[in-house]
């Protein structure tokens, strides 16, 4: 029981006091999107792109809302903001937050980004800019990691399989593929090493969603690698 506490289970106020943090945050990320959309005015060519973030972040956040509001028992609709993580959240920010130093120091010093970044040229500076790319990683997290890959998996195993394992792997393997044909939006058809990062980058993620049942790392990675990139100018992109 001791070593359950440690780690954070069982602790529900503190997973409640944990989801109200996660909501303001969301919250913080609308205002950001908003505003920069206010900020290009009528100049639709660089409004275009933000204003699908926009949207994608609120579908994200009624999900999110209907998943927390609405009574467990309806297991159509999934998100991980709502699970007990076999790792106390306090602790997964401290491993995201070590991660992605790790991450901008070897970005920094490589000039090379480990998966390919929206271009955001929205502002004058360099500074909203990557905040805005770095931001619109959070919002693709929010979408495909935090409500779609947890909601397949719920059906997958209560619908088809009967098997977590099973459901579990499938549910990576749809996820990171959804997540490459996206990128078709952002890159287009002819940027394929970039649809390539995308695919692992997504088997990342997903793995580390179905393994932490959180979405605190995965957050800090897509921030960490978009915003240094974009900050830095960085065009390029390694996985080793």
Known sequence: MKMNNKLGLGMEDEYNKFKIYYFLFVILVVVFLAWSAIGVGY???????????????????????????????????DTVTIEKTPIHPKFLFLIGLVISI???????????AFVPIPQFQLFDYRLPNAILSGVAGIVEDMFFFAFLLPTIFAFLNKRVFNNSIISAFLSILIIAFTFMLFHIFVY?????????????????????????????????????????ASLLMVMAFVWW
Not at 195 to 216: E, N, P, R, W
């Open 102 to 112: 790790f991450m901008a120091f070897r970005i920094e010093s490589t000039k090379t």
């Open 188 to 228: 287009g058809l002819a940027n394929q090493p970039a649809f390539f990062a995308s695919f692992i980058f997504g088997l990342i993620s997903s793995s580390l969603v179905v393994l932490t049942k959180s979405i605190i790392i995965s957050h800090f990675l897509h921030f960490t690698n978009n915003f240094v």
């Open 43 to 77: 100049d639709m060519a660089k409004a275009r792109m933000v204003n699908y973030y926009l949207w994608l972040s609120l579908i994200s956040i009624a999900f999110i809302l209907f998943d927390n509001l609405t009574k467990k028992e309806f297991e159509e609709i």
